[in-house]
């Protein structure tokens, strides 16, 4: 029951930190802010976490969500859970580097993730320079 509370809480955090982007509020001040900046990289962190989260969700039950060329020998649930975090950072901000790849679910999964990853910055600028025409 538990696991289920937290995988939604965790897709409800990623869907509303989305969202954020393509909501109709004005970008405040200059268009590159620190403020702007800011905003653009909590929505990242908090996307970045949030897809690290359900990878390990997925795994503590049973799922497989990828294979490492080169595992540690101890895998503690928290070197588990900053290698999930290092896999969504890569699959989020490129295409990543290759010692890490998904399987099954994980796939569908990194492809979400990589398609939210191409379209934050491209949103992000949309929305700074059609706010700022009005």
């Known amino acids: 029951m538990l696991y289920m509370i937290v995988f939604a809480f965790t897709v409800y955090c990623i869907v509303m930190s989305v969202r954020t982007i393509f909501i109709p509020n004005a970008i405040k001040g200059k268009i590159v802010s620190l403020e702007n900046f800011l905003y653009l990289a909590f929505v990242y962190i908090t996307i970045l976490i949030g897809f690290g989260l359900i990878y390990i969700l997925?795994?503590?039950?049973?799922?497989?969500?990828?294979?490492?060329?080169?595992?540690?020998?101890?895998?503690?649930?928290?070197?588990?859970?900053?290698?999930?975090?290092?896999?969504?950072?890569?699959?989020?901000?490129?295409?990543?580097?290759?010692?890490?790849?998904?399987i099954g679910i994980g796939r569908i999964i990194a492809m979400i993730e990589a398609l939210i990853g191409y379209t934050i910055p491209a949103a992000f600028v949309a929305k700074a320079f059609i706010e700022k025409e009005h």
């Open 58 to 102: 997925l795994e503590t039950k049973g799922y497989e969500v990828m294979v490492e060329a080169y595992p540690l020998p101890d895998d503690s649930f928290f070197d588990r859970f900053v290698t999930y975090i290092y896999f969504s950072a890569v699959t989020l901000f490129s295409v990543g580097y290759g010692d890490i790849a998904p």
